[in-house]
């Protein structure tokens, strides 16, 4: 064989309860290359598991239905797939009935997302798969004049290279991934500066107002990256 083909993208199953927290996770994750599918409960989880064979399962202890230590002991019955815990009490009883039950690693909450991203990529390095830097199978993104390309780190409007700052960058990239959906500032804050961030949301507002700048034709009527009064902001492509 001459031409390998790619590495595809780690499959990670993310198991949270609570609905913002699951969303931050999947976001950071996918912005890392990761196929990421999510579930809220244990009992859809070991569904899922079953269905999808992800390659590391990040599981939360304290899930409605099936909580998270029985989940792990279950799927470790005939499943080697790694288990990162996320372990709310700090108490080292809860880690050692996490690790007891079969998780590889445990990352007590509150965490970094940079932190569960350096376990996440040490757990699939040992478990051999190409983590550190997971392919992405589908670097470009575009919306009407608007093209992004993830990997080359950059953004072109109708064809002409657009000047981003890094964060003006990753707005834009968040936007152009989840177009038609209107987000609160809060989540932006988390999902494009991160949960350790720790400026306030005017810093999402400065940044919608540069970007607009640039990628509308009149920055003072948007009409891509819309305002939602009392919601947020939502692009509309
Ligand atoms: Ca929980």
New binding site residues.
């Given amino acids: 064989m001459t031409s390998a083909a790619p590495d595809s993208p780690a499959r990670i199953l993310v198991v949270?309860?609570?609905e913002s927290?699951l969303f931050t996770i999947a976001h950071n994750l996918r912005r890392e290359g990761y196929e990421v599918t999510t579930a809220l409960r244990g009992d859809d989880a070991l569904r899922l598991v079953r269905e999808n064979r992800p390659d590391l399962i990040v599981l939360?202890?304290?899930?409605p239905g099936v909580d998270?230590i029985q989940v792990c002991r279950l799927l470790r019955r005939d499943l080697d797939t790694p288990i990162l815990m996320?372990t709310?009490l700090a108490g080292e009883g809860d880690r050692v009935a996490g690790l007891d039950s079969g998780a590889d690693d445990y990352v007590g909450k509150p965490f970094g997302m940079r932190e569960l991203k350096a376990r996440i990529r040490a757990l699939l390095r040992r478990a051999g798969r190409m983590g550190e830097h997971p392919a992405k199978d589908n670097p470009t993104l575009a919306a009407g004049n608007i093209e992004l390309d993830r990997n080359r780190h950059e953004a072109r409007l109708g064809g002409r290279l657009l000047k981003l700052k890094p964060k003006e960058f990753e707005l834009l990239l968040f936007f152009l991934e989840h177009p038609g959906k209107v987000f609160r500032r809060e989540q932006i804050l988390d999902a494009v500066w991160g949960e350790d961030y720790s400026g306030g949301l005017r810093t999402v507002d400065v940044h919608v107002r540069w970007l607009r700048q640039k990628v509308e034709e009149d920055a003072g009527a948007p009409v891509r990256l819309r305002t939602v009064r009392g919601s947020g902001y939502i692009f509309e492509g």
Avoid: K, S
């Avoid at 939360?60 to 899930?63: H, Y």
């Fill in positions: 949270e309860d609570e927290l939360d202890v304290m899930l998270g996320l709310a």
